[in-house]
């Protein structure tokens, strides 16, 4: 709940809330204070040590070092590319340590619902604003401006917990008999979805849901049939916003994001290619086995050249968190984070086939856009419901067979 605080804190402002204490303190910051002797507790008290993955607590091991290395080289600079990384890490573990169960995981996907609804309500308001007054809208290009009336108010991270949202209101849509306000919650976030015009929270979404219908579909439930009528309600209500004509600028500009999205020789995504072939390339080259094995400590930066014949030299995130890893973990850190991931998706998938967990279907399609994003997307500390639950989930699998 502290932690849905902090995200509508963060969200609700245009520039991020901060204190100038010798260093910026943020309001992330605030939540790792009360979260670090917490999980201090749970690890050393109540003795939940081994509840953690080890790969998990490799991967901390490694990031650790990195900053620490970062640190003596860099100063705070380090401090500032590390926060993400320990944000996930630590809150993800605190998370592992209680036992996962059906209703523990329903709690959890409440949140989400929680920080959609903050989310849309934060963007209509922009949009409104924005269109009648000229000072906030020229506040608001600085986002991401798209040139019409309907720009990307929302920033790509805070956009892809709308689509996890998106994805709770569908299962409960879908799985409920009665379940009226999942659906007009479904309407509302994916509309809001395509109008932010995140290309990749687009993609994250449709993968999410085609793993949803494919793990209700596993389960036997009936519920996966139910996605296409609603797929179909929704196609319908898009259509009726486009051919109304009262919003032909935000349809045009869905429609060039969407050309833009597909295409091999020109845009963001051609770019970001250009950028990761750069920097695996360094990497490979680098001829060092502690790059090899750990990678580059953190506040070194990315540098880089925007393309293959020089130009000018790029120095920030690769727009790609597996290539992120490679360059602050290696490829101990590397493997020991698709080690997790791939075993969290095994484990749901055993509850899923065996019926055991009614919520699986949910967190393996959460889990399945989560990975999808991360293709151009570094991580963010809200995302560390999802992989705690993941986690969650490994440690259960892990003791009903030891209890078999």
């Known amino acids: 709940g502290t932690m849905v605080a ?43 040590f081994a509840v953690v993955p080890a790969a998990w607590w490799a991967l901390g091991m490694v990031w650790t070092g990195l900053f620490i290395w970062g640190l003596t080289q860099y100063g705070t600079g380090a401090g500032v590319d590390f926060r993400p990384f320990f944000y996930v890490w630590l809150g993800a573990a605190y998370l592992a340590t209680f036992d996962y169960d059906e209703s523990f995981a329903r709690g959890m996907m409440k949140f989400f619902v929680i920080m959609g609804v903050g989310i849309c309500v934060i963007a209509y308001f922009r949009w409104t604003l924005g269109a009648f007054d000229d000072q906030f809208y020229r506040e608001l290009e600085r986002f991401d401006a798209t040139g019409i009336a309907l720009l990307r108010v929302i920033p790509a991270g805070q956009a892809f917990i709308l689509a996890c949202a998106l994805l709770v209101a569908a299962y409960q849509a879908t799985t409920k008999r009665t379940q009226p306000l999942a659906w007009l919650l479904s309407a509302v976030f994916l509309v809001t979805v395509v109008a932010l015009q995140h290309r990749t929270v687009w993609v994250a979404s449709c993968a999410g849901f085609g793993a949803l219908a494919l793990a209700l579909r596993q389960m036997s439930t009936g519920a996966g049939a139910k996605l296409f009528p609603m797929l179909l309600v929704a196609i319908t209500i898009l259509s009726l916003i486009a051919f109304s004509g009262r919003f032909q600028g935000a349809v045009d500009s869905v429609e060039d994001q969407a050309v833009r999205a597909i295409s091999t020789t020109s845009g963001t995504f051609v770019g970001r290619v250009v950028g990761w072939q750069a920097l695996l390339k360094t990497w490979a080259s680098s001829g060092s086995p502690v790059t090899y094995l750990v990678g580059h400590p953190f506040g070194s930066g990315y540098q880089r050249y925007g393309s293959d014949f020089g130009a000018e030299k790029i120095g920030y995130m690769p727009h790609n968190f597996y290539m992120q890893i490679l360059y602050r973990g290696g490829l101990v850190g590397l493997s020991a984070f698709l080690w997790v991931m791939t075993q969290g998706m095994k484990s749901i998938w055993v509850k899923i086939k065996c019926k055991r967990d009614a919520i699986s279907p949910l967190l393996f399609a959460i889990l399945a856009a989560q990975l999808v994003y991360f293709i151009p997307y570094g991580i963010e500390y809200d995302q560390l419901l999802i992989i705690g639950l993941m986690l969650g989930v490994i440690n259960s699998e892990r003791k009903y067979r030891i209890g078999q």
């Open 6 to 48: 902090v995200f509508l804190l963060d969200a609700v402002t245009l520039t991020p809330h901060a204190i100038k204490l010798g260093i910026w303190v943020y309001l992330p910051d605030m939540l790792v204070v009360l979260l670090l002797p917490a999980f201090f507790y749970r690890l050393v008290l109540l003795k939940k």
